[in-house]
């Protein structure tokens, strides 16, 4: 790992997982980084300053003022000091407190004023985790470019079992080695567009067709592709996600709609990834008033959609054009003749028969095939698969 002179500012706040604090810290220091520590005040309770002291070797800061002599601890030198703030564990109290913008500890008010690279390690309960307050939390922060390092599933200290359970120390040094790598702008000038999320077609004005996608996927590609200098227009059906930050957002809600959005922004572009969930049908005649229930059997006719990624594949010329496939049987053969029928330089398949793989969830596992052969990745966050999906497309443009 290769942190060396990198100055990290650890934040712990009240968590069983504190105690992890203490071999995180171990590693970030034996990576080579000045690690800081300021805990709130519940995290005292968890574990103490004095250890996390002597790992980081520098004193522990907790309060505004030091109420021996009233030196002032200031947090916009902390966060003007870091390179990145690190807050693990991260509980749903001090979640809830960033994104609403509240303020009252240190830690919180060096949150606000920090201008490096946030990234947290939630650890909580397994339901105050689902919580819907907590998860639009989590999205306010994603949606403002703070960092989620994924709890993992497992044994709790409630003794339930569930997803909530910080990340291993490993896995958050890992994250922030990674995100402190100079990421250079290696697509800058590059335009790409982003299809994603659930389109919607109407079947009256009250009802409609559609399917479970939840958009993490392209958001996360758009996102970073966007973070890599690309200018990304971003295509979007239904999805409850905010923009990623630097990304043209254009909402749409049927194919026929994401058809032009999508069809328009490629003939500006250098590449598209087809990402969304495109209905392959929509009903042939919606209504204009809500439909009124009968006795009988409903009878809706349905007519085929267009295939965006098809149109785009057929005039793409020398510009790179990316696919999915989410497939639940005979899935290389499947991949492989979307890839040829749509004219994609790759595909990305997805098995709903893998674990933690597909919709809605936050990890994904996926092989990206073309032409030459195949890649399969591990399971991995959705964020982390978006970088391999990015790294590929910066392969593919180099060999052009
Ligand atoms: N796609 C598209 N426009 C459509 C349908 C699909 O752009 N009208 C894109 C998707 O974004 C994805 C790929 O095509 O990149 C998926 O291929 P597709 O054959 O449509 O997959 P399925 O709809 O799952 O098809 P099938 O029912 O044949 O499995």
């Not at 590059?190 to 919607?200: D, L």
């Amino acid at each position: 790992m290769e942190l060396e002179g990198r100055r990290i500012l650890l934040g712990i706040t009240g968590s069983i997982a504190a105690y992890k604090a203490a071999p995180l810290c171990r590693l970030l220091k034996t990576a080579g980084a000045d690690v800081r520590v300021v805990m709130t005040p519940l995290a005292k309770q968890f574990i103490t300053p004095l250890t996390m002291a002597t790992l980081s070797k520098h004193p522990i800061l907790v309060e505004f003022f030091d109420p021996e002599n009233g030196a002032w601890n200031s947090h916009i030198s902390l966060g003007e000091w870091a390179d990145c703030l690190l807050i693990a564990p991260a509980t749903a109290n001090t979640l809830a407190k960033m994104a609403a913008g509240i303020a009252d500890n240190l830690l919180l008010t060096t949150y606000l004023s920090a201008r490096c690279p946030v990234a947290i390690a939630p650890a909580m309960d397994l339901d105050m985790y689902a919580h819907p307050a907590t998860q639009q939390n989590l999205r306010t922060l994603a949606g403002r470019g703070v960092h989620l390092i994924d709890p993992e599933e497992g044994e709790l200290a409630s003794g339930l079992t569930g997803k909530g359970r910080m990340a291993d120390p490993e896995r958050i040094a890992a994250f922030v080695e990674e995100l402190l790598r100079e990421k250079k702008k290696t697509l800058s000038g590059k335009r790409f567009v982003v299809t994603a999320g659930a389109t919607i077609e109407p079947i009256d004005p009250v009802r409609f067709i559609s399917n479970h996608s939840s958009g993490k996927m392209g958001y996360a590609i758009a996102g970073e592709l966007a973070r890599r200098g690309a200018e990304v227009t971003l295509v979007s059906g239904r999805t409850a996600l905010p923009a990623p930050l630097d990304v043209r957002r254009v909402d749409v809600l049927s194919a026929a709609e994401m058809y032009d959005a999508a069809t328009a922004a490629f003939d500006r572009a250098d590449g598209a990834v087809m990402c969304a969930a495109v209905a392959d049908y929509t009903p042939a005649e919606p209504a204009d008033r809500k439909l009124k229930k009968g006795d009988s059997d409903l009878r809706i006719v349905l007519r085929r959609t267009r295939d965006i990624a098809a149109a785009l594949g057929a005039r793409k010329g020398d510009r790179l054009l990316v696919g999915f496939a989410l497939e639940t049987d005979h899935e290389a053969d499947n991949a492989r003749a979307k890839l040829e029928k749509k004219n994609f330089d790759f595909i990305v398949l997805n098995s709903l028969r893998d674990a933690g793989a597909g919709f809605r969830g936050d990890t994904n596992k996926v092989s990206l095939i073309d032409r030459a052969g195949r890649t399969d990745l591990p399971l991995m966050s959705k964020t982390e698969v978006a970088a391999r999906i990015a790294d590929r497309i910066e392969e593919e443009l180099a060999a052009r």
